[in-house]
């Protein structure tokens, strides 16, 4: 529950990567809160979501009234907003890179990575679906170029970093923690040394352990 005299919600699914991220953020916060799971792939869930959000999605996070959504400025407000670690660097090299790790994750990360590949090599057979063997190799087909750009960012040092948690690795980390669950996935990340040890250190956190969802359920991830 939030802490006394605050009124904290998160609206989420269990299995979508931008829900884990906001709870990763509040994770390593330390932020109390409630937390409604609701499915925006369930059609009988519509009516209720778009009230809160006019596009239909998931994560959303009400507070004291106040109500946002899309993660990156879920992401902003949580830091801004709560006490704690700071996540997001005080030299502007860095907040920029984290920036550009966020923009990189939604643009280039997401849609080939987590609902091409992941999605369709490892979700759907899990729960009994038939995936779609193009969309896998469309997946795969892209990852290298856009593993090689977050690359060179985390082998520069400013971000994706062991020693140092930021919006970026919040948002990023869900999508390559699914990619990772894929053999070429897992293969294409070892091969990259800077990511693959970002990748490690961030998946031993408490707070990345606390919110892995468990993927024995059906439902496809957002």
């Not at 499915?39 to 507070?63: E, I, K, W, Y």
Request: contains cysteine; hydrophobic residues 45%.
């Amino acid at each position: 529950m939030p802490e006394a005299g605050v009124d904290l919600t998160l609206t989420g699914f269990r299995h979508s990567v931008y829900t884990r991220s906001v709870r990763i953020a509040l994770a390593e916060k330390g932020v109390a809160y409630s937390y409604v799971e609701c499915d925006p792939f369930d059609p009988t869930n519509a009516l209720s979501l778009m009230q809160s959000h006019p596009f239909g999605r998931v994560p959303v996070l009400h507070h004291d009234g106040f109500r946002v959504y899309e993660v990156a400025a879920i992401l902003g407000y949580v830091d801004a907003c709560f006490a704690g670690i700071g996540l997001t660097p005080g030299d502007a090299q860095a907040a920029a890179r984290m920036r550009q790790v966020i923009a990189i994750a939604d643009n280039y990360v997401y849609w080939p990575l987590v609902r091409q590949a992941f999605s369709h090599g490892h979700y759907r057979p899990l729960v009994g679906e038939e995936g779609d063997p193009a969309a896998l190799q469309k997946g795969l087909t892209e990852a290298p170029r856009v593993l090689d750009a977050l690359e060179e960012i985390a082998a520069e040092g400013l971000v994706l970093r062991g020693d140092a948690i930021c919006l970026a690795s919040c948002h990023l980390f869900p999508m390559l923690d699914y990619f990772a669950l894929l053999p070429e996935g897992r293969e294409m990340l070892m091969q990259r040394d800077a990511l693959a040890a970002w990748l490690h250190g961030m998946g031993r956190r408490p707070s990345a352990l606390a919110t892995r969802p468990d993927l024995s359920d059906e439902e496809t991830p957002e």
